[in-house]
């Protein structure tokens, strides 16, 4: 049986070490190491996000990270741990939240990075829709024959 609760600050250094595992696993550009993923997530927690524990068997499976606004709730991090993917958490997870905490927001946002193709399929399995696609230049400043055209 899966088990929601909500992440309290005592739960940020386990947030942190499974925020790094999701930035490996998106190939996310961010570099920041674990006491510094802890602060920031102790600092959101304070302030305007949520998050969510998903238990299994007393142990945390996945985790949600969101930030409800006027009109919409922006979901931030989405995380289900390596060892139980592919066995109906994630999807059990999001209707738990869509059900649940999420539920009095007409309108509930994401970013998915363009090479993360599994979460793309799997935001698509629980009923979400492309809406738009950020696009940038990175300046490599240190090394100019590397910028983008
Ligand atoms: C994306 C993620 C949350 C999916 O969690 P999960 O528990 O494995 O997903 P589920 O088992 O509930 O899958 C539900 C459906 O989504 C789709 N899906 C899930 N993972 C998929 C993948 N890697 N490739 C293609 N489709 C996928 C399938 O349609 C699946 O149904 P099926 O198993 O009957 O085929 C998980 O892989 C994860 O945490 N990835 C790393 C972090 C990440 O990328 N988070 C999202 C950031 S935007």
Redesign the pocket.
């Known amino acids: 049986m899966l088990i929601c609760r909500p992440g309290t600050d005592a739960d940020a250094p386990l947030l942190a070490q499974l925020n790094q595992q999701?930035i490996q696993?998106?190939v996310h550009r961010n570099r920041m190491t674990i006491p510094e993923l802890e602060r920031r997530m102790r600092n959101w927690l304070a302030t305007e996000y949520r998050a969510a524990l998903f238990i299994e068997a007393s142990t945390v499976v996945?985790y949600a990270l969101y930030r409800p606004e006027k009109d919409a709730v922006y979901v931030r991090q989405?995380?289900?741990c390596r060892e139980?993917?592919?066995?109906?958490?994630?999807?059990?997870a999001m209707q738990m939240l869509l059900g649940g905490e999420l539920a009095a927001f007409d309108r509930v946002y994401?970013?998915?990075l363009t090479k993360?193709?599994?979460?793309h399929?799997?935001?698509e399995?629980?009923g979400f829709h492309d809406y738009a696609l950020t696009m940038e230049i990175v300046r490599d400043r240190a090394n100019p024959r590397c910028s983008a055209p």
């Open positions: 999701l696993d998106e996945a989405f995380f289900v139980h993917r592919r066995r109906g958490i994630g999807r059990k994401l970013d998915v993360n193709g599994g979460a399929c799997f935001w399995a629980v």
